[in-house]
């Protein structure tokens, strides 16, 4: 067994060892991070699934090697599938690893650690800040790649360093999805998808769609149609199955949703079901809030729930006469992550491509990275770049990537 295969043994093991524990992991979840039912069921399966379809990015490492050491650290929402996926896609491509959990997932963050560690060598966790730990990588000479999911403000102060050592940046950011519906549209699964992909987690995804565009001739039949399923949503508390929407992540997002919300209605937008925060007590004593799925309308992109991320069940709609203005709406944003339409065609999403990183037709991205385990992602502007010296020049490249390569080199070659 040569040593890729090796490791790729070590992932699958990692999986049937988090099948095998799944009950515990799913109670684990559920109590640490607040996650629905279905949701921190759904993790599980997903991180099981991507271990054991990492032999789908093998094509990717021919004639390459490793880099040496990739940093990672991970955002306040990490929970399994991203770091089993990012830190085995930089395990299968020959690295160590050096990665950081957010301290306010400790308890979930050392079981993690323990799966991770009991199975795949080379990998070793992180406690101190992020500062700490990004300065530190940074300045280690074997740690050639460091990759980051977080906010775009702070990250954008670590460019000089970056800089100065050489070391490759990846920056995955949030987002402001756009979500275009098209007279031409399937309405009906144009309508469940907004309200399944827009509440998914209660809303904290970074590739949410939050930003909805519908064609006049549509507006009317989808907007109703979203109402009438948002008000049949059920929020609760997330360790009963019967709960839609579970609650946020905390205080502070709850207070800027409501900022956006008070933003909007002072700017002539209007509420149309929703509306709502609530506090309250979970099963295990913690305090929660609960923001009730909103629908938002009348809106502009003078507001700032048309511009700034919101990360809570919104879905705010505007309505568009054609492409053309769908098309520049969608693209007049700071962010760039992804962007789903319903109708239209290949010259529509090609046309949406230039301005974000990912474009799903006629689906989610819950449905498109459900079905394609390893896809390239990535996004543009606040929502995405690498940061890396390529022949003698510092430059920034946006748009999809792939971590395989992102994490590889090219083979050297030695001559007899």
């Known amino acids: 067994m040569n040593e890729v295969h090796r490791r790729l043994a070590a992932l699958h093991a990692l999986a049937d060892t988090i099948e095998s524990e799944q009950h515990a992991l799913l109670s684990l979840i559920m109590a640490t991070t607040k996650r629905r039912h279905a949701i921190a069921a759904g993790e599980i399966q997903l991180a099981i699934r991507r271990l054991r379809a990492f032999g789908e990015i093998l094509p990717w490492l021919i004639d390459r090697e490793p880099v040496g050491t990739v940093g990672i650290m991970f955002p306040s929402n990490a929970t399994l599938s991203n770091p089993v996926n990012t830190i085995g896609t930089a395990y299968l491509a020959g690295n160590r690893v050096r990665a950081r959990f957010p301290s306010g997932l400790r308890e979930w963050g050392d079981r993690l650690q323990d799966l991770i560690l009991t199975h795949l060598d080379g990998v070793v966790f992180e406690r101190e800040s992020g500062a700490e730990f990004l300065h530190g990588v940074a300045e280690d000479p074997d740690t050639k790649v460091v990759i980051v999911f977080g906010d775009d403000v702070w990250a954008v102060e670590y460019e000089e360093r970056m800089r100065s050592t050489q070391t490759k940046f990846i920056f995955e950011g949030p987002g402001k999805d756009p979500f275009v519906v098209l007279d031409d549209a399937d309405v009906e699964l144009a309508a469940a998808h907004a309200v399944y992909a827009g509440y998914y987690n209660a809303g904290q995804a970074c590739t949410s769609p939050e930003r909805f565009y519908v064609q006049s001739g549509v507006y009317d039949k989808f907007l109703a149609r979203v109402v009438e399923l948002t008000r049949g949503q059920t929020v609760g508390d997330p360790q009963l199955q019967s709960t839609g929407i579970g609650p946020i992540l905390s205080r502070r997002v709850a207070q800027r949703i409501e900022e956006q919300w008070q933003d909007a209605l002072n700017r002539g937008a209007k509420v149309e079901t929703g509306g709502q925060i609530e506090t309250g007590t979970l099963q295990d004593g913690s305090a929660a809030f609960f923001v009730h799925p909103t629908v938002v309308t009348d809106v502009n992109h003078s507001m700032k729930i048309m511009q700034d991320e919101t990360f ?52 989610t991205w819950l449905h498109y990275y459900g079905r394609n385990l390893h896809a390239p992602y990535g996004g543009r502007k606040r929502s995405g770049w690498v940061w890396e010296h390529v022949n003698g020049a510092f430059i920034r490249r946006e748009g999809v990537r792939t971590n395989a390569l992102e994490f590889s080199q090219p083979r050297s070659r030695v001559e007899v």
Do not use: K, M
């Open 312 to 363: 809570g069940p919104v879905i705010a709609i505007q309505r568009v006469r054609n492409w053309e203005e769908a098309l520049q709406l969608a693209s007049d944003s700071p962010f760039g992550l992804t962007a789903s339409l319903y109708g239209g065609g290949s010259d529509e999403v090609a046309e949406l491509e230039r301005s974000h990183g990912a474009v799903f037709h006629n689906e």
